[in-house]
């Protein structure tokens, strides 16, 4: 009987040749599974590829609300974004598709889980390391690591083995989408040099065509989870599509970068996130109010660890479950609402407020009446905060540099 497997299946012209490949030459009974999480096109096309491609069995997964809830909304408490701006909607995914392969293959008794990730890239890493940590006894098939073809070889075997595919659907460059963005890359993007064409985008209109008013929403937040808009309480994915929809329009979430893979290669990379970009804006405007500035300072650092091992595929590891924890314990107060205005590309904080602000007006403020803080004490602050570079610029730097001036720029 033959050994099973199951493939990581979206339903394009490589997964389908994939899964022909994988019987016909590896002997193998192919599961295929395909995971929604957002922005998956037309399901009956895929379950059909997928039968022409010779699977035993083609299992369409909606996985929107789990991946919202137990990798994004966490990422999102985090603040986590890849070299100070990818926010990470492909590398998010990546665990959870692991998990899915490995569910299905316990289903039905598969030794094997297949993907088609190129063996340049970061989501073979991340794939590979989900399943190796959730199930270390299965084989792990990388069908492009192990049998490249090139686009033409491709489509000449999908057409020699009566597998349809709609040519108009497969775009010049390599794309990757989900609920919390949209990836691009390849053909002409590979020159950095390169503007990116128009057709790069689909979820985000270029500025000339965004509406001439802005458009305003209000984001409640509740312990740094996104729970309604304008008032509407909303579940996850509503919300975001809503906020990715509204995005969209106002051209709002375009991101083209440079960026440095694990495997040692820089990669020249577009997104679009429109509901990244707003919630991750709106919510650090929530935590400026609710959290001291050590907490601040510390969260951002933890944030930089915990968006490289999210985009270094260690999703499944301790050190991000203690990472996470303190996430959500500085999470507690994080409840409120920000006012976001989406116009020509931006995305404006211009109002926050927070149930437990730490934020006093009474303390802040330059009018007379009411104000709480007493100046006499800041003298005395002062001379103590400053004691130690006093001494030290008397006794160190006069001596060696003489003109102070200059102690910024020593050799000029
Ligand atoms: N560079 C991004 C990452 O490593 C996206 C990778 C997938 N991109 C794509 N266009 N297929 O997370």
Redesign the pocket.
């Known amino acids: 009987m033959a050994e099973k497997i199951v493939l990581a299946y979206s339903g394009g012209l490589d997964t389908s040749v994939a899964a022909h490949w994988l019987r016909d030459q590896r002997g193998y009974e192919v599961y295929c599974l395909t995971i929604d999480l957002g922005n998956l096109g037309d399901l009956e096309g895929i379950r059909e590829r997928g039968e022409q491609a010779g699977a035993a069995q083609v299992d369409i997964v909606d996985a929107k609300q789990d991946f919202l809830r137990y990798f994004v909304f966490p990422a999102l408490q985090a603040g986590v974004v890849y070299e100070g701006r990818?926010p990470?909607a492909?590398?998010l995914g990546r665990p959870l598709i692991a998990k899915l392969l490995v569910d299905k293959a316990r289903e039905v008794g598969a030794t094997a889980v297949a993907h088609g990730c190129t063996g340049k890239?970061?989501?073979q890493v991340r794939l590979d390391i989900g399943v190796q940590t959730l199930a270390p006894d299965l084989t792990i098939v990388g069908t492009t690591r192990e049998h490249s073809v090139s686009r033409d070889e491709a489509l000449a075997y999908a057409a020699q083995h009566g597998i349809s595919v709609r040519q108009s659907q497969e775009s010049p460059y390599?794309?990757?989408e989900n609920l919390w963005g949209r990836?691009?890359?390849a053909g002409v993007l590979e020159d950095p040099w390169v503007e990116p064409p128009a057709d790069v985008f689909l979820w985000t209109k270029p500025l000339d065509e965004t509406p001439a008013r802005p458009a305003e929403v209000e984001i409640r937040f509740q312990e740094g989870i996104p729970v309604a808009l304008d008032g509407v309480e909303m579940g996850p994915v509503d919300l975001v599509q809503r906020l990715s929809d509204l995005g969209g329009e106002h051209g709002i979430g375009r991101i083209d970068m440079v960026?440095n893979?694990l495997v040692g290669i820089k990669?020249r990379?577009i997104y679009e996130a429109p509901a990244a970009v707003i919630l991750l804006e709106a919510h650090s405007a929530l935590e400026s109010l609710t959290l001291t500035k050590p907490q601040t300072r510390f969260k951002h650092l933890v944030a930089q660890e915990y968006a490289d091992l999210v985009?270094n595929g260690l999703w499944f590891s301790s050190h991000h479950r203690d990472l996470s924890q303190y996430v959500v314990s500085t999470q507690r107060h994080v409840t409120g609402d920000v006012r976001v205005r989406l116009w020509h590309g931006n995305a404006t904080v211009i109002g926050r407020r927070a149930d437990r602000s730490l934020y006093s007006q009474a303390l802040a403020t330059y009018n007379k009446e009411g104000d709480l803080f007493d100046q006499s004490h800041a003298q005395g602050f002062i001379r103590l905060h400053g004691l130690q570079a006093q001494v030290q610029a008397q006794t160190q730097m006069l001596t060696e540099a003489g003109d102070l001036l200059k102690l910024a720029a020593p050799e000029g």
């Open positions: 990818y990470l492909t590398a890239g970061n989501d390599s794309t990757d990836s691009v890359e960026e893979r990669s990379e985009y």
